[in-house]
């Protein structure tokens, strides 16, 4: 039996922790709770060993075993190392962004005598002839709560330990009571981890067959009408709900004397899993499609793949409306008839009613979800079904690249380039990348599909990595949208005024919504006005928490039930809001100026332009969950909005018929950023909304209004040219050093105030400058481009290199120097492929 296992717990420590075995061996891969530095942490097991440690005697015990058997499988724990490994995480951290770990276990309180009360129990006992009563005139405490005291002590008195409510149940004593207790020393109390079920259950009412009816009231007589109305069996909540009891005022207790009667049974069954509405388009679904030629050769390429059970990484480049999910739906079925189960991941914003309704239309309840609008039991409740084995087909957003399935064969990432994939807190994993490795580990084919592949997998696919599949037209021979780029400058010379939509654009939009088609418009900010800058001193508005310009959202107008409303500047990364000011905060001055139109000041303008138009605003103040998506895609959908404004939430997957005018406005105002990926995102951004229109009977038009025509990712969109536009772009990174011609990451050093910030950076920045690090280039120290987040200071360096092994060395000594100067690594922010290098 071993006697010692290595703990990877979730802190910020590159390092696993010996624990003592105690009792219970626990097996690898199985959470165990433990005491680490004044707390109880749930960690995983990932060592059992009898190596003694130097410091044995310091060593604490396992609190309590939680899994009997490994909740990770021997597959997850090895992809748990590698992502530790490959983004310089904690191998607890990886491990915890795997499971559910926080809705898992239910922590509770448990009294226990002690040895002080066992003797106030013996004492009373003798003294007093064993009898509860003692005379209390020399104690404080109420004669009462005295003589509870002793109920309480004789009821744990075998030693058992028990909840607050099973001692309050047993002895009525209350909290308060056993606190005080506690405190005398005559009770211990300690925290019991317990595991739950996260399976959701839910309570049905059940007519008792052959039950004796006798003589009943007029209640009783109305629920057992009402449930042998139902058949004999109804959901208890629904009973309660149910429009004749209500009516009837029938109290939730008359159901408990029916069950204490015998007449009812209550019995817990598991919670059916509950779907998403489908919409009612009439549209067909994915996998209704008789495939078309391109999308055949694409399907018998994956399968072929799958069918030889062995890795292969694949690249699926199909142009918008080239219908790769028809192609997805088909694929999974190829996996799941060869016995294996398959994983789709899609964007955050990709996980739309839409496509949930299609993957139960494909797949009913094989289909598992995970994504981050789920509460943890639910969460917990899907995880549990997939490591069962009872959903082979999982879709989901980034963590769900960690779902428990077995017999893997197949992984699709939709939308590959979308930057949700990378998650942006510790572990700083990219889940595309984590899906190729996680395909590997499991001889499985992965697929990573879009219409605007990131340059990684393109110049992956190039270098013969990944295996390229096109889809280069749209179905049907539907042909592409025709782009046209407003030039905003001439527009301002020739009205002299600056004005969101360009006089093209209200003469088209007003054209197309005349011959009742849809108008989709692209306003990439959010907010009525992103900048309020006072014209005296020339200052921005800023975050107090962080150098952001606050963002001015105006009191929302008439029907506008958002949220949001009132009128109040925002910061949109930390949350930071405070009302307008009339003056200038620092030089008093009333000169306030509004810059920047968002898409709220888009919609108020549209209403004034349009007044007959339906229009609708998709947002993140608009949209705040999946009902809010839901709704504005059906009205959408149906025709009941003909004018939708949006940031890009606009942009993604939506397949709407109607759509026949795409406009885009202010989408190329980050060229000028210095952002190495600036000109891939408003590519991106561009051919995404473009696709939007024309999906339907009727060609689309796109209309993109710009300050820069003249520049490359502009003129490609325009082109629909992806192949012009990377062969550019590859171009200019090979030649400026960026991905994907070196591997680079963003270490960002932080502080609390500005002197301990820049004093790490500059120690940092010596050691650098010091230590030979073979090929890597270190840029910085620097300011971050966001200098102060949330009051944390921030400086940061750029470290790029040919090879990973000199990257991930680099940053290994560099940490371990941190670390001997005990500087502690939460003030390390260490990003490997960053795409922000904020
Ligand atoms: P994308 O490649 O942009 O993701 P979608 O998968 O959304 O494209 O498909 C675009 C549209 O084409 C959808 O309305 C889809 O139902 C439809 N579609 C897909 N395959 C076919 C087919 N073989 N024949 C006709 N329509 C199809
Ligand atoms: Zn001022
Ligand atoms: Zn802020």
Redesign the pocket.
């Known amino acids: 039996m071993p006697n010692y296992c290595d703990v990877a717990l979730p802190i910020p420590l590159d390092r696993t922790f010996t624990y003592a075995v105690n009792g219970a061996v626990p097996s690898v891969g199985a959470r165990v709770l433990v005491h680490f530095s004044g707390q109880r942490l749930i960690g995983v097991v990932v060592r059992l060993h009898d190596d003694r440690p130097a410091d044995a005697s310091a060593i604490k015990p396992v609190q309590q075993v939680l899994d009997d058997t490994p909740l990770l499988s021997y597959e997850l724990m090895h992809l748990a190392r590698w992502v530790a490994q490959y983004y310089i995480a904690p191998l607890g951290e990886a491990l915890r962004s795997m499971m559910p770990l926080a809705a898992e276990v239910r922590r509770h309180l448990v009294y226990r005598i002690a040895e002080a009360g066992r003797r106030v129990l013996r004492e009373g006992e003798t003294l007093y002839g064993g009898t509860l009563k003692r005379p209390s005139h020399r104690s404080r405490v109420p004669a009462e709560d005295e003589d509870r005291e002793f109920v309480v002590l004789h009821y744990l008195a075998d030693g058992h330990a028990a909840t607050v409510s099973a001692v309050r149940s047993a002895t009525k004593a209350n909290k308060a009571l056993l606190d005080a207790m506690v405190k005398k020393k005559w009770l211990t109390r300690e925290a019991l981890a317990e595991e739950r079920d996260a399976r959701r259950t839910e309570r049905i009412a059940v007519l008792v067959p052959d039950a004796r009816i006798p003589k009943l009231n007029e209640n009783q007589t109305a629920i057992l009408a009402e449930l042998a109305a139902a058949g004999g069996r109804m959901r208890v909540d629904d009973l309660r709900e149910s429009l004749a009891l209500r009516e009837l005022g029938v109290p939730a207790s008359t159901l408990s004397t029916l069950v204490k009667r015998g007449l009812v049974a209550i019995e817990e069954t598991p919670e059916d899993f509950h779907l998403g509405g489908l919409p009612a388009d009439g ?4 996998h209704e ?4 030629e391109a ?1 055949m050769e694409a399907l018998s390429s994956i399968a072929t793949a799958i069918a030889k059970n062995g890795f292969k990484p694949m690249l699926l480049y ?10 997805y739906f088909a694929a999974m079925q190829r996996a799941l008839d060869a016995g294996r189960s398959a994983l789709l991941l899609v964007p955050e914003i990709g996980l739309t009613p839409a496509m949930v309704g299609q993957m139960f239309a494909a797949f009913g309840s094989q289909v598992a979800l995970l994504h981050s609008g789920l509460t943890p039991d639910e969460r917990a409740e899907q995880w549990h079904r997939i490591r069962r084995g009872e959903s082979r087909i999982v879709v989901g957003t980034r963590s769900a690249v960690f779902a428990p399935m077995a017999d893997l064969g197949l992984i699709l990432v ?1 939308e590959e380039q979308d930057g949700s994939y990378k998650q942006e807190e510790m572990p700083r994993y990219h889940a595309r990348d984590v899906a190729v490795m996680r395909a590997k580990f499991n001889n499985a084919v992965v697929v990573l ?1 879009s ?1 605007t592949p990131s340059l990684e997998s393109w110049a992956n696919s190039e270098r013969g990595r990944y295996t390229r599949i096109s ?1 280069p037209s ?3 021979d539907r042909p592409l949208p025709k782009v046209e780029l407003v030039d905003m400058r001439i527009e301002f010379k020739d009205t002299g005024k600056e004005e969101i939509f360009s006089r093209q654009l209200v003469a088209e939009t007003q054209a197309t919504l005349d011959r009742g088609e849809q108008v989709m418009i692209l306003l990439n900010r959010r907010g009525y006005s992103f900048t309020v800058l006072c014209r005296s001193c020339g200052e921005k508005i800023e975050c107090e928490n962080c150098a952001i310009a606050l963002t001015y959202h105006k009191p929302s107008a008439q029907m506008d039930l958002h949220v949001h409303a009132g009128d109040r500047l925002e910061c949109h990364y930390c949350g930071f809001r405070r009302s307008v000011p009339r003056l200038c905060p620092k030089c008093g001055s009333e000169h306030l100026f509004y810059l920047g139109a968002g898409s709220q000041q888009g919609e108020e303008r549209l209403q004034g332009l349009f007044p007959g138009a339906r229009i609708g605003r998709m947002d993140r103040d608009t949209v705040r969950g999946r009902d809010d998506m839901e709704r504005l895609l059906t009205r959408l959908h149906s025709g009941e909005i003909n004018l939708l404004v949006g940031t890009q939430m606009i942009a993604k ?1 939506h ?1 709407v ?1 109607g759509i026949t005018l795409v406009g885009v406005v202010g989408a190329d105002s980050s060229l000028g950023l210095p952002d190495f990926r600036a000109a891939e995102r408003v590519f991106q951004l561009l051919t995404q909304v473009s ?1 939007r229109a024309g ?1 339907g009977e009727l060609p689309g038009r796109v209309l993109v209004q710009t300050y820069h025509p003249e520049h490359y990712a502009i003129q490609c969109a325009a082109a629909h040219d992806y192949a012009a536009f990377v062969t550019k772009e590859l171009h200019y990174r090979r030649w400026m050093h960026y991905p994907p011609s070196c591997v680079l990451a963003n270490l960002v050093v932080q502080g609390k105030t500005l002197e301990e910030a820049s004093a790490l950076a500059a120690t940092l920045g010596r050691w650098f400058e010091s230590t030979p690090l073979g090929k890597v280039r270190v840029l910085g120290p620097a300011a971050a481009p966001i200098a102060r987040l949330k009051r944390i200071y921030r400086f940061h360096f750029v470290l790029k290199a040919e090879r990973r092994d000199a990257l991930g060395h680099a940053l290994r000594a560099l940490l371990a120097y941190a670390e001997s100067l005990s500087i502690p690594r939460r003030n390390l922010i260490v990003d490997v492929d960053a795409i922000h290098l904020m």
């Not at 499609?289 to 078309?292: D, E, T």
């Open positions: 549209k067909k679904n994915a499609h008789a495939l078309n999308q199909g142009i918008t409306g080239s219908g790769k999910t028809a192609v939709d599909g219409a889809m749209r179905v049907m997957g397949d018929h696709g999906r």
